[in-house]
């Protein structure tokens, strides 16, 4: 029997970001350097000529489907690269972004501390939990384990203490680095909001003023109720940062083309 599924985690290594419908993806270079920070874990090796493949790519995808090119988050693309070294990128619509929403838990999957927090490809157990939430009529999951939420299925957490510190789950938890908490991080500190790094625990959830999510596709999601149990009534931080990523994704220097990449 092999060491390894023929799906494990070492298979592949991924991102999704928002994308034009053309050749401009929001925040690439976050993107490229999260893509190759994961794939030296997963000892996967990026092509070199990267960006010219995407560039072929894109074309063929914005080709294939009726697209809109403007730069009004609409579409998410997850680019792949497998352990043989071969791009792809595959496109979807946006489900939902900057609304108020429900979640459920489920038990989080773990791996080694090295691959745990990459993106990777044994990436089923997000899936499923995903199709867990959406077969119980909510929207997302929340990924627990040890009694601690450590991420959600397309998303990152974060939990807004009565005190008014943002907490997001340490690394060591095994949550998924995010670009758009990355994005927001320096920004909602300028406006007086701690961020810390730790456990998000059942006492401080209980105790939250609010509960948001973060993510390229989701933007920020308040949560109101997690397993039917209605979370922390406060919207401000969901506001904050809905209006901090409208403005940064009206910025042109957000977006980059492929093109230019070489």
């Known amino acids: ?51 010219q ?3 072929s790519l894109l074309q063929q995808e914005s080709a294939s489907k009726q697209t809109t090119q ?16 071969e791009v792809s990128v595959d496109s979807r619509p946006i489900d939902f972004r900057n609304e108020e929403i429900d979640a ?9 501390a090295k691959v745990n927090g990459t993106k990777h490809g044994d990436w089923q157990a997000y899936i499923d939990a995903r199709s867990n939430a959406e077969e119980k009529g909510v929207d997302v999951a929340f990924l627990v384990h040890d009694y601690a939420i450590v991420d959600a299925d397309r998303a990152l957490p974060v939990v807004l203490d009565e005190d008014g510190v943002a907490w997001v789950a340490a ?10 908490f990355e994005i927001l991080s320096q920004k909602l500190q300028d406006a007086g909001i701690p961020i810390q790094f ?5 006492r401080l959830v209980a105790r939250a003023a609010e509960i948001i999510t973060l993510g390229s596709g989701t933007g920020a ?5 997690l397993d039917d149990e209605l979370l922390g009534s406060g919207d401000m931080l969901s506001s904050l940062c809905q209006a901090l990523l409208q ?16």
């Open 198 to 202: 730790g456990r998000l625990n059942e």
């Open 221 to 225: 999601c308040r949560i109101l109720s």
């Open 104 to 112: 459920v838990t489920v038990e989080a999957p773990r791996w080694s």
């Open 171 to 180: 690394h060591n938890e095994g949550g998924v680095r995010s670009i758009t």
């Open 53 to 55: 493949q995407m560039e």
């Open 70 to 85: 403007n730069h009004n988050p609409g579409l998410l693309l997850k680019i792949k690269c497998s352990k043989s070294g």
């Open 1 to 51: 029997m092999s060491l390894e599924r023929l799906n494990g985690p070492r298979s592949e290594v991924f991102t999704t970001a928002l994308w034009d419908g053309a050749f401009a993806i929001a925040d690439w270079p976050h993107h490229l350097k999260r893509l190759s920070e994961h794939a030296k874990l997963l000892r996967i090796k990026l092509p070199e000529n990267l960006s």
């Open 247 to 262: 403005q940064h994704y009206q910025n042109n220097e957000t977006w980059s083309d492929v093109r230019s990449f070489k």
